[in-house]
């Protein structure tokens, strides 16, 4: 059976609303600071280029995350992150071991979660899913894919509880 897409998406720009207030605050006052020097100490406009390094910062925040993209399959969960260099993690849905919902006050004020998925994958045994829009019932379709993959796979996961030595 070939892979099929059920959900694709990324992070809320909710995420970046400290460094993006920040960015534009700094901005102002490096504007502000600029302007003065232009006019009081004839400093020329190019040093006004520096005053913009702020805005820079919060365009690459906005950049990364929207390079950082979730895409869930009926048989993996893949993760592609990088703006210049791309890097994809694949997890395998039939290791989740745990869904974990968690939705901070400031998420819930925009209608936002977060998932945890605790996995079997040594190379990623936590994986978070952070600010995605709680409507799509997202962990709802990974628990589905979860178990369907577990079933057409066989495969159970066994927790083994061993005595102190």
Not at 102 to 107: E, H, S
């Amino acid at each position: 059976m070939p892979e099929e897409t059920i959900w694709s998406g990324c992070s809320s720009h909710v995420k970046n609303f400290r460094p993006y207030l920040l960015c534009l605050l700094f901005t102002a006052i490096f504007e502000a600071v600029g302007i003065y020097f232009i006019f009081h100490y004839k400093v020329t406009m190019a040093l006004m280029a520096v005053t913009d390094f702020p805005m820079f910062i919060g365009f690459w925040k906005w950049l990364a995350l929207r390079a950082r993209v979730f895409r869930l399959t009926n048989e993996r969960l893949l993760i592609t992150e990088g703006v210049l260099n791309k890097t994809t993690d694949s997890l395998e849905l039939y290791r989740v071991r745990d869904i974990r919902v968690v939705q901070p006050l400031w998420q819930r004020m925009f209608g936002l979660e977060t998932i945890e998925l605790d996995t079997s994958d040594d190379s990623s045994p936590l994986v978070v899913i952070d600010f995605i829009s709680a409507d799509l019932h997202l962990a709802d379709k990974l628990r589905e894919q979860v178990e369907a993959c577990r079933v057409a796979k066989r495969v159970r996961d066994l927790d083994v509880d061993l005595p102190p030595q």
